[in-house]
C-alpha cells in the first residue's frame, strides 16, 4: 500500500509545471465563464447549466486530454520510468489510475464549489446535498473512463481517442433517460445525476414527479460503474503488463 502511495506521489511531482496540472483548473472555469455568460439574467439557470455542461461536455474533454497527455509523457522516455524501476508494471501503471482518478475527484469539487456559490448568489433549483453527493458519484461513475482513455491515447492516439470519447459521451446522453440506461455505460453517470441534481441530460429541469427522479436507480448505477473499472483496469493492465517495453 505505501508503495503504491509513492507511485501516485511520483505521478503528482511528475506533473508539475505541465498543462495536465493546469487543465485540472483551466475546464472549470471554461464552464463559469460559459455559464455566466449564457444564463446571465435567467432564474434558476446558473448551477444547473454548470453541472449540466461538465458532466456532458468538458469533463469528458478533459479527462481524455489529460490521460492523453500523462501516457505522451511516458512514450516519450520510452516507459524510462516503469520499466527501470523494481515494482511491476502493473502497479506503476494503477498507480497512474489512481492519480487520474484524483484529478477526476479535484475537478468534481472546484465544480461542485463553483456552482453551488454561483447558485446561492443568482438563485438556484439544485439540492446542494444532491450537489455534494454528486461530486462522490461522479467521480466513482466515471472512473471506468480512464483506463480506456490511456489504453486509447497509447495504442491508437488523440485523434482516435477523443472520436471513441465523443461517441460514448453522445451515446450516453441519449440513452440516459431511458429504461435501457443500464446497458450503455457512459449512461449510467448521467442517469444517477438526473436524481441527484434534478437535471435532465438535455439540461432541462426535472419536474416533481419525473421518473428521472427516482432514487432507486443509484446504488445500482454506482454498483455498476465500480464492475465496469474493474473490468476495464484489469483488461488495460494486463494488456499493458505483456506489451514491449520501447
Not at 509513492?6 to 505521478?11: F, G, K, S
Not at 450516453?172 to 441530460?201: D, N, Q
Amino acid at each position: 500500500m505505501k508503495a503504491l502511495i509513492n507511485i501516485v506521489r511520483a505521478e503528482y511531482l511528475k506533473t508539475r509545471k505541465s498543462m495536465g496540472r493546469v487543465l485540472i483548473w483551466a475546464f472549470p472555469m471554461i464552464v463559469f465563464a460559459m455559464a455566466f455568460v449564457f444564463t446571465l439574467g435567467i432564474t434558476n439557470a446558473y448551477a444547473e447549466s454548470v453541472w449540466n455542461w461538465w458532466y456532458t461536455l468538458l469533463l469528458p474533454g478533459m479527462l481524455a486530454i489529460t490521460c492523453y497527455l500523462s501516457i505522451t509523457r511516458e512514450i516519450k522516455t520510452g516507459y524510462y520510468h516503469l520499466m527501470t524501476l523494481s515494482d511491476s508494471k502493473r502497479k506503476l501503471m494503477m498507480g497512474k489510475i489512481i492519480y487520474m482518478g484524483c484529478v477526476l475527484l479535484v475537478s468534481d469539487m472546484i465544480i461542485f464549489v463553483g456552482a453551488s456559490s454561483g447558485g446561492f448568489l443568482l438563485t438556484t433549483c439544485v439540492p446542494l446535498r444532491g450537489a455534494l453527493a454528486a461530486v462522490l458519484v461522479l467521480t466513482i461513475s466515471q472512473l471506468w473512463e480512464i483506463p480506456l482513455l490511456l489504453f486509447l491515447s497509447e495504442r491508437f492516439g488523440m485523434l482516435v481517442e477523443l472520436l471513441v470519447c465523443m461517441l460514448l459521451t453522445v451515446g450516453g446522453i441519449i440513452i440516459a433517460p431511458t429504461e435501457k440506461w443500464y446497458y450503455f455505460v457512459s449512461a449510467i453517470p448521467m442517469r444517477i445525476l438526473c436524481t441527484l441534481l434534478h437535471i435532465l441530460p438535455n439540461g432541462i429541469r426535472a419536474e416533481e414527479g419525473n421518473p428521472l427522479l427516482d432514487m432507486g436507480v443509484v446504488l445500482p448505477g454506482i454498483c455498476l460503474s465500480v464492475i465496469w473499472f474493474i473490468l476495464a483496469a484489469f483488461l488495460f493492465l494486463i494488456w499493458f503488463d505483456k506489451r514491449e517495453g520501447r
